[in-house]
């Protein structure tokens, strides 16, 4: 029974680059950290340590730098440029899987120049070319949300190990990682991303929730009914537990008020909305 | 030489209480981390273990989840009925210090009791209250800024280890931790809080730097000159360090456009702004 | 072209359980990290809110505090049993996977309660069962390792964006993370993982490596020549740089002395070493 | 009232030095993150920012690394020599503190450069020195030691917000955070560093504790009683709490066998420990 390589790829993670736009004197800022990823005819650097096929990543390093001077534009066509890139000019790489996550920054007022970091959310796209089929991921990733109420909880099975009690009136609150699939790629990244964020914050808002399965799988619909180009949309849901404290030891009621915000353990849902007619592309991901 | 206990504080950090008002359709969000800190007469308990004066850090949980089904209102008001409360309550606390971080939320779109994270930027304060006198320090922290220009670095010595080019144009970003010392206490806290957060952006924004250090006093300053009852401020302003890359082996040019943004090391520059007429007080810190 | 549910899990993640085996007057810790994931019949849930076929995750975490009341043992029969139980118990769930994260402690010289944590790296596990197939995956992460020497780093090819020289001596370290399959099921689970974590290091500390990816090959194959049941095996090794300062511009030379250790980017290098023979089994990871 | 510059300081933080002595074929390995702060004459760069007294922290970087190229030795005398040499050879500089953390590294077997990660503890220092006065604090950072037995809480005062059980056995858990002082400066610090954390072990193990204030006086006694020229010690103490989880409803007992790890709230008992006969030096912390 032989022992063999199988799949494999390298590159270079979390290159942070920032560009300035100063062609007027009213700047704009890019903020990104950029993940590259090569595989192909890899073989003899894993036996021998040959390194004739493998470009360092120090390199893809420098061709993001380089290409970010010629401009960044949206993280979805920046990271096509990069894939494309590497898989057409090194004949040995057979796929490039380019991995861009963007900051939020927003103008101080009207200042020309100056910007303050502003939601934590952060934008992000995953790209993979092979030289013949393209796939483009987009995503938000961290975008905290709460509902105060209109969420309930019950008529779950209960076995010898269930103590939880049914309500009808709790928080909801989830960090909201979603990723979505385009079908086609002539997008405007910039409009679709603003469009699926809002669908995403819609449905949350919108969904009178018995479960946050049912919240994420109106937050999946909601982004594909609005944008008919997208195959699927994948959303990892933290249930970010808050649970009311219990106040009567010290003679006071708790109608929905006050809670404990607690760390540690969370739900997690994680689910996929698809539309039929797009072929599947696990490699997308 | 004798061996003997110094000073000494207990308490319970990281109590992470969210109220939601809910008095009106429009519910209000509070999300808090609050840390308790008491000093008295514990010397006992260090010794040989009698607990007969150490009230049990759950208590002082329990009383913040307590305090809060009150309402919360500002933090600097909800830290001193705290402070007041653990040392006018129990006999052998002579010194009560709260601390509370205050997360940023806001209301998505115009929906009732939906709301998102917003910045990133922390709202904090710390109030000590030992029976007679009372400290009330608000603060902001982790308010991450950058000028993309207007600011210089140049003229300073040169000594056998320095290899630092001058430079007319760079970029200048931090992240803002500020502190500020109230020298009276019946203020608007939250009017206070808001004009000192805009004096500190409005500084950042209106100081053509050539040190970051002009750049903290000048947002001291600003923080200072708005407030008449504001007796200090101390600023920790990290560099956040954005070289700009060398293009030259590609054949680019690199007009102060594409930037690495580097983790460590990195500037921190620390200071104080301090107005004569108050009494210094490093027991509010 | 219709919109539909795709695939989906559910659980709790990161139940902290520590469970003291306090039998005999010498104690022994087990500390984990354990996460739930269930799928199976829960359209229900997502399209309706209907939880009907939902085990609360509230009670996923009871289950785990409950199973380790027994005792744990090794963390692969402990998720092995837990996952059992939700799928042979739970007639709508279909597959069950359970995560499990080790946290080391040692005993503090021969104290028989007293331990301090051990080394930061975590042995891991996931367990997959479908009610018919089982998939045993163990794992290390956040090994960190590293040689001061043996390490070149030439013979790649260069295009217009490379900069970097060649190399003949230098730092290799890397964080490993490594996962490998299990092809049978009746290990003694202990043994298999000191085992696997051993090869791991000989392998690391044996081979003159002329890439980060000969090493990583050469570390799977060694895990995998020493156990024949394994298998597959799958690493993830960050290249943490550490640049050799140039001390040039003080008069120093610098023969591989003092370095720079950098953050970020940072090289990732991923691949997989497999055996023949066994089917595979991407459900596993 | 005027306003005015009060305290102030700056330097470079964060300075990953990593050297390897390689002077014999069995390889060393020092793993440093160094950050430095000076303070003086500094008020021109504050109000004009005119930097003709501000020695860059670009500059201190590269003087970290240009005195490892020397040897590092003890991080006690690595600082000692920093402090000295900013202060002595910048006339505006009075004062400089240079902080450094040392990482633990094990050789790997017999292996002669082949290390791992050891415990995630970590040494530390600040020297400070205003070119009279010199002040050495050496210390030990995220130290994580638990007892699983030996420990109870009780005889607590009780108010109207006490819920709080009276517990004749608990787990005692911490992460040691200590500082002590040295009252002379010729110490041989690497046998210092050792005893002094032997010390904080023997006294955790040694201590059947009735209250966590109890272990921390006890602690720092310890520390002090070993090393005569030891001025005070400062302890901060998480109390990490391990909840006895209630198994009741599931049938079971639970005689102190299984627990639940939580993160936050957590006890923060702070405290010191001093010797007569040692100036106080508020300026060394």
Redesign the interface.
């Known amino acids: 029974?032989?022992?063999?390589?199988?799949?494999?790829?390298?590159?270079?993670?979390?290159?942070?680059?920032?560009?300035?736009?100063?062609d007027s004197p009213v700047?704009r800022?890019t903020?990104l950290n950029v993940?590259t990823?090569l595989s192909g005819d890899?073989i003899d650097?894993?036996?021998?340590?040959?390194?004739?096929?493998?470009?360092?990543?120090?390199?893809q390093?420098?061709?993001v730098?380089?290409f970010?001077?010629e401009g960044i534009g949206e993280i979805e066509a920046f990271a096509l440029r990069l894939a494309r890139h590497f898989v057409d000019?090194?004949e040995p790489i057979h796929r490039a899987r380019i991995r861009v996550e963007q900051y939020a920054?927003q103008r101080?007022?009207d200042?020309p120049?100056?910007?303050?970091?502003?939601?934590?959310?952060v934008r992000t796209t995953t790209v993979t070319y092979d030289g013949t089929n393209t796939h483009v991921v987009s995503g938000v990733e961290g975008?905290?949300?709460?509902?105060?109420?209109?969420s309930?909880?019950?008529?779950?099975?209960?076995?010898?190990?269930?103590?939880?009690g049914e309500t009808q009136d709790r928080?909801l609150a989830t960090a909201v990682n979603a990723h979505w699939r385009h079908g086609t790629h002539s997008e405007d990244w910039g409009a679709s991303y603003a469009q699926a964020r809002q669908a995403l914050?819609d449905a949350?808002?919108g969904t009178y929730?018995?479960?946050?399965?049912?919240t994420?799988?109106a937050m999946g619909?909601q982004v594909?009914?609005r944008q008919?180009t997208l195959a699927?949309i994948r959303l990892s849901l933290?249930?970010k537990h808050?649970f009311v404290?219990d106040?009567e030891?010290?003679?006071?009621t708790?109608?929905?008020?006050?809670?404990?915000?607690?760390?540690?353990?969370?739900?997690?849902?994680?689910?996929?909305?698809?539309?039929?007619?797009?072929p599947s592309a696990e490699d997308a991901w």
């Open positions: 029974m032989a022992i063999a390589l199988g799949p494999n790829q390298y590159g270079k993670a979390e290159t942070r680059v920032v560009r300035i736009d100063r700047h800022i903020d993940s990823s890899l650097t894993h036996l021998t340590g040959d390194n004739a096929k493998v470009l360092p990543t120090d390199t390093k420098n061709t730098y380089a970010a001077r000019t090194q920054w101080i007022g200042a120049h100056s910007f303050a970091r502003g939601e934590a959310a975008l905290v949300v709460l509902n105060s109420t209109d309930e909880f019950w008529g779950f099975p209960r076995d010898e190990y269930t103590t939880l928080i914050l949350f808002v929730s018995y479960s946050l399965q049912q994420l799988y619909q594909l009914e008919p699927e933290p249930n808050h404290m106040l030891p010290f003679g006071l708790n109608p929905g008020e006050v809670f404990h915000a607690d760390d540690r353990p969370y739900g997690l849902i994680q689910g996929t909305v698809q539309r039929d007619g797009f």
